[in-house]
């Protein structure tokens, strides 16, 4: 099931489009207007508010959205596009989304498909997390840091270097704790 076909809108549709569209769908299709229709044209409609629904509730959502866009073009959903030619299915429902029954009402809830364990979820699921905004402003922060602390190191040698060229840290560390020793036995001789 396309649910830009559903809803009767094209790819590139902004949020508002999409709401128009819903309210239309739904007000038509809604059970309590066929409530006193005769059971098919009752079901057909029930059938079809719940796809709308589903539509909308995929679509309206940027992350939902970003990821049914991408399954599409990535071609998991090749049955789904071929819906002509009998191949079509309940893409969401297959692939993680979808209604469900919970307390004797349908709701809209993420579901685990036939594909969750999969390689190719767990590997979706590890680059949603690394192109998500926050975790590439923590890496570029992490990044920061790190290069500010090798500058730092490396600037701090150099300087060493610069200043007591021909010492190293340890001997000028002991000469240190000679002249200390010094003056203190100088301080203890003066009366």
Do not use: C
Not at 7 to 15: D, F, I, N, S
Not at 72 to 101: C, D, E, L, P, V
């Amino acid at each position: 099931m396309d649910h830009y076909k559903v809803l009767g809108l094209h790819r590139t549709a902004t949020k508002e489009e999409i709401k128009a569209a819903f309210k239309k769908l739904a007000f038509q299709f809604h059970p309590d207007k066929h409530s006193q229709s005769p059971k098919p044209v009752r079901d057909n409609a029930t059938l079809r508010f719940k796809q709308i629904s589903e539509a909308y509730e995929v679509l309206i959502d940027d992350r939902k959205r970003a990821d049914y866009n991408f399954r599409w073009r990535s071609g998991t959903a090749a049955g789904a596009r071929n819906a002509g030619t009998g191949g079509g299915h309940n893409y969401y429902s297959q692939y993680g989304y979808g209604y469900g029954m919970s307390g004797g009402n349908y709701e809209y809830k993420p579901r685990s498909g036939f594909n969750a364990g999969s390689f190719a979820s767990k590997y979706e699921l590890a680059f949603r997390i690394l192109t998500a905004r926050s975790s590439l402003l923590n890496l570029g922060f992490a990044a920061a840091i790190l290069g500010g602390i090798i500058v730092i190191n490396t600037t701090g040698e150099s300087l060493w270097k610069m200043q007591n060229s021909g010492k190293s840290f340890e001997e000028a560390m002991k000469s240190i704790e000679k002249a200390k020793a010094y003056r203190e036995d100088n301080m203890k001789e003066r009366p």
